[in-house]
């Protein structure tokens, strides 16, 4: 197989605020695709109980009050019914508080699994997934993407929203609280009368600005901090997936060392980005936890003089400084949200980036990119006019293929390894989009590709060799004739036994259930590439005549280096390597020997 050497930063590289931007589009369908009803039920919902949250919240700002002054005053009937009042009030809260609860958690959990779906579906189709992998960009990991990332980028602005309106709302209404009841402080100053009206008010905004502002200086490289130990993060599960993966190849190797070694280099970077967000949030608990201990002192010093001069009552401190505490907290909502803004912009960029990746590559499908024509007409089972496959930067890999299959056909394809034979069959099968010309294939062929190294799902046996439709569609019989067809006969009676069969099976046993797959879907053009070059000669040419003899009116185009696959095919191109890109050299028509091979 060719292996593609692709230069990162093939893609153009897309601003951060664009990733950003293009994450808040897709998100924002939402509201806008099918199913909205339910969003936008849940959105109204929770903006009503935002309302009557703030206005309960109000009512035990006004029990503060009352409820001080009965204390002050020494009035028991007042402060018993304060006191018989406030469980009512409290448990109205609560009862909101769950409600509100579950309209959130609702809306992140529907909203995420719109995405999910969405950004699912357009990552699988047309083999995007696989197409991914081939060219350079920044959306590495696209599992943790689609899994970590799309949860935090649904979950946390739910809680921003609501955070954010309850904070505007509460700091209007308590602000009005700290303006009338605070009311003026006079002030002394050379024999003069300073009145300052609204003087809480003043020293709430003031407070929520030094405060802010401190949070700001201190922690401004949050959002590029949190964006690299996620990808880090993500860098070190896939480094050991990948381990156990290869775990037979790895311990076959001798690996253990090699392995542990890359992995601490790699859990490394994850410290070491640790490291530097520790010293962010180091710097925002000062911060933090400074404000929270002066908070609640502030407005009672602020409003001794008054107290003391007999002009404000203590029901009235009570309440001005709960007021004090709600309008402080609105205000510094930024600063106590902070980090977690740095969390959700950078997971929301990292799956900007994923949706950017996708965004190229239907612009190649579409033909809004040089691409390859694919197109369905004709009674020639495959036709390649002017076909050049290239990497998606424009570099050629094959140029100028012009060829013609006839139906039945069997055709192999042959060249040194890296000239792009197999990136020649992924264009025909149509996961290969870059390049020029077009391929045309009769109308409702159906291409099935047999890789050299198949995809074994994890589950039942039966799972496996049926993948990719459902093993319910398929008789019992028919899945156990092509197992026996296909060398696999020993492993008839565990059909319905579930195992990891990827490590089960060795080499030539996955290849020849590919082949059983084969034959139980029998497509109209089948294309080998090296699918059976983990088999010796003999179990080559069992395959290779069973396929004949089952699947006989079947287009069959061949990738290989074994001179003995010859024998087997009614035609031989050979690709040749240049510079500017690999040419069909020669179309040379072979016998087919079957006959003498079996």
């Known amino acids: 197989m060719v292996r593609l050497r692709v230069v990162l930063g093939a893609l153009p590289v897309t601003e951060a605020p664009s990733r950003l931007w293009r994450f808040c589009r897709s998100a924002g369908g939402y509201w806008r695709g099918k199913g909205s009803g339910l969003a936008w039920l849940v959105t109204i919902s929770m903006v009503a109980v935002v309302l009557a949250s703030l206005g309960i919240t109000y009512g035990l700002n006004l029990w503060n009050r009352h409820f001080y002054d009965a204390l002050g005053a020494k009035d028991a009937a007042t402060a018993l019914h304060q006191a018989v009042l406030f469980p009512l009030l409290v448990g109205l809260y609560l009862a909101l508080c769950v409600f509100a609860m579950w309209a959130r958690m609702t809306m992140q959990r529907t909203w995420r699994a719109w995405l999910n779906a969405h950004l699912l579906g357009r990552w699988l189709a047309h083999s995007r997934f696989y197409k991914l992998e081939l060219i350079g960009g920044d959306h590495k990991n696209p599992e943790h993407r689609i899994n970590d990332d799309l949860r935090i980028a649904t979950e946390m602005p739910v809680d921003f929203v609501s955070g954010l309106v309850t904070a505007l709302l509460s700091a209007a209404t308590f602000i009005v609280v700290l303006w009338n009841v605070g009311g003026a402080l006079r002030l002394e100053v050379g024999g003069h009368v300073l009145d300052i009206p609204g ?47 290869n775990a037979e190849s790895i311990a076959l190797l001798g690996g253990a060392d090699a392995e542990a070694e890359r992995l601490d280099r790699g859990f490394g970077t994850v410290v070491a980005r640790w490291r530097d967000l520790m010293g962010q949030h180091m710097r925002a608990v000062i911060v933090q936890q400074g404000s929270a201990q002066l908070c609640g002192v502030v407005p009672i010093l602020l409003c001794l003089p008054r107290y003391f001069d007999g002009s404000m009552s203590l029901g009235a401190i009570m309440q001005v400084a709960s007021a004090f505490t709600i309008v402080q907290h609105a205000l510094s909502w930024f600063m106590e949200n902070y980090t977690r803004l740095a969390d959700w912009t950078a997971s929301a960029r990292r799956v900007g980036a994923l949706m950017l990746a996708i965004d190229e590559l239907e612009a190649a499908e579409s033909g809004r990119a040089a691409c390859i024509a694919h197109r369905e007409d004709g009674q020639t089972a495959l036709h390649l006019r002017d076909v050049v496959v290239a990497l998606e930067n424009g570099t050629p890999i094959v140029r100028g293929a012009n060829v013609s299959v006839r139906a039945g056909e069997h055709v192999l394809i042959a060249g040194e390894s890296g000239c792009g034979k197999s990136s020649l069959v992924r264009a025909i099968a149509g996961c290969w989009p870059w390049g020029g010309g077009s391929i045309t294939r009769a109308s409702g062929q159906r291409v099935q590709v047999v890789p050299q190294r198949p995809y074994i799902p994890f589950g ?16 019992d019989e028919e899945v156990s004739r092509v197992l026996v067809l296909a060398g696999l006969g020993q492993f008839a009676g565990r059909l319905d036994h579930v195992a990891a069969w990827d490590r089960t099976l060795s080499e030539g046993e996955k290849q020849r259930l590919s082949i059983a797959r084969l034959l139980l879907h029998r497509p109209d053009v089948i294309a080998l590439d090296e699918a059976t070059s983990a088999l010796h000669v003999q179990g080559q040419a069992e395959l290779m005549a069973v396929i004949a003899r089952e699947l006989p009116q079947a287009t069959i185009i061949s990738v290989g280096h074994r001179p003995e696959l010859e024998a087997y095919h009614d035609r031989k191109l050979t690709i040749l390597r240049r510079a500017d890109g690999a040419v069909i050299a020669a179309d040379q028509p072979i016998h087919r020997g079957l006959e003498a091979a079996e």
């Open 199 to 245: 003087f809480l008010v003043v020293a709430a905004v003031l407070y929520a600005l030094i405060v802010n502002g401190s949070m700001l200086g201190v922690a401004f490289r949050f959002i590029p901090l949190t964006e690299q130990k996620n990808q880090a993060e993500a860098e070190y599960r896939y480094a050991l997936t990948r381990v156990r993966e």
């Open 460 to 475: 039942t046996l039966r799972d496996a060799i049926t993948y990719p439709r459902p093993s319910t569609e398929i008789a």
